[in-house]
C-alpha cells in the first residue's frame, strides 16, 4: 500500500470498488470524455446545490507546496538524486516525495513538474447530482458538464436518496503540464564562466501609456543594460534630477538587454503602411546575442517592438550579416505617438529591443526635469555611464488629431473638422468611441506661427467654423497663414495637426 501511495503522487491512479474485484489503473486510461446531462435540484431545501444542482469550490493554496522529487539517479550509479520544481521556492520547508525509482535527471524533472500542477488542479472541485445511475460513471472517467468549459475527472461518487452525487475535480489538458522541454541536471558542478565583466551600456526612455497602466498621470520612464561580456554583473542604478545629485534607483540584474547602435539612418516612411523598402542594418554588442523575425500575427501581439532614436518600431525580419550584426526590414512605423522622430534618423542611434529585459525606473526620483539623466556604474566601469531619456514625455504626452478636413460654407465660413486620437488606446474597438483619458476635451488652434499666432483659438469639440466678419478682421496676411490644431492634454500639448488655409479653395 505504501508503495501504491508513493506511485500515486507522480503517476497519478485511479480505485474503483464498485464491482466485484478492487479496480487500480492510471488516470490517463479513462477514455473519451462522457457529457453528463443537467443536474438535478433535490426537494430538499438543506441539501447542497438547492437551486442549481450542483456546488463548485476552488480550495486554498496548500502553505508548503509540493517541491521535490528524490529518486536515484541512473547517470550517478543510481545514488539518491533530487530534482526541484522551477521558479521561486516557496516560503518555509518545502514539501518532498520520495519515490522508490529509477531515473534520469529530465525524466525525474518532468514527474515533479507535472505533480506540482496536478495538486493544483485538484483545488478547483464540483459536487455535482444526477438521476441517471450510469455504470460507465466510475472514479478516474473524465466527464463534460453543461455550463461549465473544461473536462472534469471523476473522483468519487455516492448513491444517495436525491440522486447520484459525483464528487469531480478540474482535469488539465495535457498541453498545460507540459512546458518547454524540461531539461534536469544530476547534481555535477558547473563552474562560472571566467569572463571579464565588460563595460555598461545604457539607454534610457520612457514608454508610451499602455492599456494595462493603473494611471495615466504617472511617467513610465525604462532602462535598458548591456555589455559586450556574457561575464557582466550588473550595474548600479542613480537617477540624475538635472541637479546634479544622484538618487539610487536599483540595480540593473545580470540580464543583457538587446540593444546596440544603427550603421544607417532609417528613411521616412508612411506612419500607416508597412515599410517593406526600407532597411535598417544594427549592431549589437556581443556576437552571441541573436534577433528574430515574426510573422503577421506576432506582429499584432506586439512582439519586436523597439526603440530606435527617438522612433518605435516593430520588425518583420531579422537577418544576420556579421558577428553582431543584423539587418532590419518590414517595418511598422511611428509607433504608439512617435511619428514625430519619423524624419529625424542618423546613423550611431540607440537601438532597444523593448522585452522583458528591460527595466522600469521610479519616476519620482528621476522628476521631469529636460536635464534629467540616469546614470549606471558597474563593476568593468572605469566612470560612470550617463544617458538621458528618449522619448522624453511621451507617456502623458496627447496624440496628435488626425484626419484634418476644410469645408467652406456657401456664405464663405470655413468649417475645419479633425478626430481625436488617445494615448494607450491602440486598438480599434468597432462599437466604443475613444476613451477621452486626460481630464477635459480642449484643442487649441492658431493661425500662422505656432509661437507667435496672428490668431489663436480654444475649443471644446473637435470643429471650428471661421465667419468671413473673423476673417476679414484678420487682414491679408492671415489668409494664407497655416491653421494648426493641438489637443491640450492634463499635463501637456499634442504635437501639431495643420488643417489648411482660409484662403478661397
Known sequence: MESLQALDAVFPLDTDASGENLLVRHESLGGAARTLGAASVPEDPEGFGARSGFARSRGEPAPSPLALLRYYDQDRDYLPGVQRVAGRPAPGAPVGIDLPASLDAANAARLIHRAHRRAERARDTIVWRTTELDPAIAPGVEVRLPGHSGTWRVRAWEWCEAGVELELERRLPTATLETAPLTGSSGRYAPPVDLPPGETRLVAFELPLDTASAHSDAPRPHAAASSSSAGWPGAALYADPGTGTLEPLGATGRTRALLGVTANALPPANSLLLDRSSALDVTLPDPAMVLSGANTAELAQGVNLALVGEELVQ?????????????????????????????????????????????????ALLSSAAEREVVALGRG?????????????????????????????????????????????????????????????????????????????????????????????????????????????????????????????
Open 315 to 363: 520588425f518583420a525580419k531579422a537577418d544576420p550579416i556579421g558577428p553582431g550584426a543584423w539587418r532590419l526590414s518590414g517595418f511598422l512605423r511611428g509607433l504608439a505617438g512617435s511619428e514625430a522622430g519619423l524624419a529625424a534618423h542618423a546613423p550611431g542611434e540607440a537601438f532597444v529591443l523593448l522585452d522583458t529585459a528591460i527595466r522600469p525606473l521610479d519616476a
Open 381 to 505: 566601469d572605469a566612470a560612470p555611464v550617463r544617458t538621458s531619456v528618449h522619448l522624453d514625455g511621451i507617456t502623458r504626452r496627447p496624440l496628435a488629431p488626425v484626419h484634418p478636413r476644410r469645408t467652406r460654407l456657401p456664405d464663405g465660413t470655413v468649417r475645419f473638422t479633425w478626430t481625436r486620437r488617445a494615448r494607450g488606446a491602440w486598438r480599434w474597438a468597432d462599437t466604443l468611441d475613444v476613451p477621452l483619458v486626460e481630464e477635459t476635451e480642449i484643442y487649441l488652434l492658431t493661425l500662422g506661427d505656432p509661437e507667435q499666432p496672428l490668431a489663436s483659438w480654444q475649443v471644446l469639440e473637435p470643429r471650428i467654423e471661421i465667419s468671413p466678419a473673423t476673417i476679414a478682421t484678420l487682414g491679408e496676411a492671415a489668409i494664407t497663414a497655416p491653421v494648426r490644431v493641438r489637443q491640450a492634454g492634463t499635463h501637456a500639448l499634442s504635437p501639431a495637426l495643420l488643417l489648411g488655409t482660409l484662403e478661397a479653395a
